[in-house]
């Protein structure tokens, strides 16, 4: 009895997978030196998928379902075994389960800043992140690829492989969306887009059928940040030296303020930047006018007009510094400091 127990043993008769958590990708039947009866049950769970394995070679693919393993539901495996179609005795394969059930909330982000080429900075260097979510699409060509002969395959194990498909596809995706970097922030969803469209033949190629990807933010490492938002603060003042004058000196009239009666040096670069500006503007306006064909009756006009008082940018500091000793010390008020400060910037138009 004990030996007709053991050879009972022996034979598989019942064969299935019931999942015990998250993340498992493929897992494999463990057979030892058993062998799978013929009419043995096979049971394949939604989100499931079985492929059979002779000596290497993947044989039969089932779906989801119940089936009873027979020469006539394996005819792959009886083609590569030269069964008889009447075959009834137990025989030996490899059998793998895959969960074709959706990963989701996968990660992805660039650990340092990656080089893109943009229409509008030439070279930018840029950081970016988001998630994904993913399932197997080809459980063949999955085990065929990626899993093998490996008992247990887990998300884990491919999230270095995915992770480094994303990063290795974001320039190109980049390029093909046509969106410029200072526009990307406002049109995430069209550069994710891009990016699905670059990553879904490459997924495909390991069996892998990508679902959804986010780009959640793209950023400039700090230091470019800092350029950037001077170049934008150009941009805001265009050509008009006289606006970019009053700005630079709004920016410096704080640190008046705060280094009054100190000898600051913040005053003298400033003061230098004011001086500089009004030359400039001195000579364009020269320029200007040796290059207008009516520059000599321009200037013999100019000559006739009554001259008009100019404030100069240094004298607007000078006055300014002055100001702020006198805030300092309690004889102006924070008011009247103010109401001074707009009416001499008044006279830098």
């Not at 096979?42 to 039969?60: K, M, P």
């Not at 940018?313 to 702020?324: I, R, S, Y």
């Amino acid at each position: 009895m004990a030996l007709m127990d053991f050879i009972k043993k022996q034979f598989i008769d019942i064969i299935q997978w019931t999942e015990t958590g998250d993340g498992t990708l493929a897992w494999r039947f463990p057979m030892a030196e058993m062998e799978i009866q013929n009419g043995a049950s096979l049971t394949v769970r939604e989100s499931q998928v079985a492929v059979f394995v002779n000596e290497g070679q993947v044989a039969d693919v089932f779906g989801p379902g119940m089936y009873k393993l027979t020469t006539q539901t394996l005819p792959v495996l009886t083609y590569l075994k030269n069964w008889d179609k009447l075959f009834e005795s137990p025989f030996k394969s490899d059998v793998y389960f895959f969960s074709t059930r959706q990963q989701v909330d996968q990660k992805w982000g660039t650990p340092q800043p990656i080089t893109i080429r943009d229409k509008d900075f030439g070279a930018v260097r840029l950081r970016a992140f988001g998630n994904y979510s993913f399932r197997i699409g080809d459980a063949k060509r999955f085990h065929t690829e990626i899993s093998g002969t490996r008992d247990i395959y887990s998300v884990a194990d491919l999230d270095g492989q995915l992770r480094g498909l994303v990063l290795q596809n974001i320039s190109n995706a980049i390029a093909s969306s046509g969106v410029p970097f200072l526009d990307l922030a406002a049109n995430q969803i069209q550069f994710a887009q891009a990016l699905a469209a670059q990553l879904v033949p490459e997924f495909e190629k390991i069996g892998i059928k990508l679902e959804n990807i986010t780009v959640q933010n793209v950023s400039l490492p700090e230091e470019l940040q800092k350029i950037l938002d001077q170049k934008i603060g150009m941009g805001m003042v265009g050509n008009d030296m006289g606006k970019f004058m009053q700005y630079q000196t709004a920016q410096a009239i704080p640190k008046f303020a705060e280094g009054a009666g100190g000898g600051s040096g913040i005053a003298g670069d400033a003061m230098g930047l004011g001086a500089g500006v009004a030359l400039g503007q001195v000579l364009a306006q020269n320029l200007a006018q040796g290059l207008s064909p009516n520059a000599a009756a321009q200037a013999a006009a100019t000559q006739q007009q009554p001259a008009v008082a100019v404030v100069s940018p240094a004298d607007v500091m000078t006055t300014l510094e002055k100001l702020g000793e006198l805030k300092t010390k309690g004889i102006l008020t924070q008011e009247e400091f103010d109401a001074k400060k707009a009416e001499l910037l008044k006279k830098l138009v």
